[in-house]
């Protein structure tokens, strides 16, 4: 098996794929595959969910835990200097970021929140969200409702964001637009572009849940003027459950003050008696404490195997099985309920049998060891780098007739 190590010295050996770059990279979709050791037992194409862990993120992991079980404490200072630095490297280098714009967060929720609880709210401000957000992205604003900020819902277009209806939801006190950059129940792809371009030019800052975009799509967060955006590494990263990053942009850094803090915020880690509550110059003030070292050794090796694929590569891979599998499903008598107009797919493709219920399905699927998502009385499937052409026919397959 091609392993960590190996994994990590070719990409060492050509130089990490940059977002969007198309150069050949140093490894390969075949080799990576045998990786997954769940292509042996069943046909998953639930990423969209829970991603299967490879045997590199696994090694990473269990490196970590061995090197605390050794010697103790003893390499604390060299995991801080490594978590700051080459994890964040990688992590920056994938959404094109700067290394001191990330922090270590354990889920999409807690970088959501971070931003709705440290901006100054003023009453009388306003939060604008589309109606169909995943809960994550709802509760916390609903929060703010208490101290006079307004929250203002965009209403969905057969589940549609478009970018003039959150324009006419913008005035003078709207202080965020917060949207999921794809939609975690049709796959819509939010025109991130343009959405970006209204913020800016209204003075409206742009907070992203890119958990469904992260992964299976190429990210730029400077091309997209993107303020903060907060990514849960479990989905389409592959990465343990319970990891993740928070992007703040340096512009945006002093918008936001810490809602949480602690040692690690000051950036003193070992001079405990001096209280000076000054914060670290980068994202890392909004790490209170100890991260989730063992976790984040193994986001690392996930992060490290989509720049060694390439990320352009991997979205084109992601995509092409999609369309197989959305002719498929039309062949078959299927709706498909994702959105399909140019610039509108992800890696998430929803469908609906005309009259069988979709639990139904999903039970039957499970069965055959093929695994999807119901989500909003509707089929879903999430197909990642490690999937193939193969494991969609055997899905079609499985599929009741229409």
Not at 271 to 298: C, K, Q, S
Not at 363 to 370: I, P, T, W
Request: with cysteine; glycine share 8%.
């Amino acid at each position: 098996m091609l392993g960590v190590t190996a994994i990590l010295t070719k990409a060492a050996e050509r130089g990490l794929v940059a977002a969007g770059d198309d150069s050949v990279p140093p490894v390969d979709f075949e080799s990576i595959r045998e990786e997954f050791p769940i292509k042996q037992r069943r046909c998953y194409l639930n990423n969209a969910s829970i991603g299967a862990l490879s045997n590199p993120v696994i090694a990473a992991v269990d490196a970590f835990l061995a090197d605390v079980r050794d010697n103790g404490r003893n390499n604390y200072p060299n995991w801080c200097q490594h978590a700051d630095t080459t994890i964040k490297s990688g992590i920056a280098t994938l959404i094109g970021a700067s290394v001191d714009e990330i922090a270590f967060v354990k889920n999409t929720t807690e970088g959501i929140v971070t931003v709705a609880n440290g901006l100054d709210w003023r009453e009388g401000d306003n939060v604008v969200v589309p109606d169909i957000e995943y809960p994550s992205n709802v509760y916390c604003w609903m929060k703010l409702e208490r101290r006079g900020v307004e929250l203002r819902k965009v209403k969905n277009r057969q589940g549609r964001i478009l970018v003039d209806d959150i324009a006419q939801m913008i005035d003078r006190r709207t202080r965020l637009v917060s949207l999921s950059a794809v939609q975690f129940s049709n796959g819509f792809r939010q025109d991130l572009a343009a959405t970006g371009k209204l913020c800016a030019s209204r003075g409206v800052l742009l907070s992203l849940d890119a958990i469904q975009w992260v992964g299976a799509l190429t990210m730029d967060v400077g091309a997209y003027n993107i303020d903060f955006l907060s990514v849960g590494g479990h989905k389409w990263l592959l990465a343990p459950i319970g990891t993740g990053f928070f992007f703040c942009r340096r512009s945006a850094l002093e918008r936001l003050d810490p809602p949480s803090v602690g040692y690690h915020s000051v950036g003193k880690h070992e001079d405990h008696m001096d209280y000076d509550l000054t914060y670290r110059p980068d994202a890392g003030r909004f790490e209170e404490a100890l991260v989730n070292f063992p976790g984040i050794w193994g986001l690392d090796a996930a992060v490290r195997i989509q720049l060694a694929l390439g990320p352009s590569r991997i979205e084109r891979h992601i995509l092409d099985l999609g369309t197989l599998a959305a002719d498929g499903l039309l062949r078959r008598g299927y709706e498909i309920i994702s959105p399909q107009g140019l610039g509108e797919r992800s890696g998430i493709l929803s469908f609906r049998h005309p009259t069988i219920t979709a639990e139904t399905i999903a039970q039957r699927l499970g069965q055959a060891k093929v695994d999807l998502a119901v989500r909003g009385g509707a089929l879903r499937i999430s197909p990642s780098y490690y999937n193939d052409a193969d494991e969609i026919e055997r899905f079609l397959e499985a599929l009741p007739n229409v």
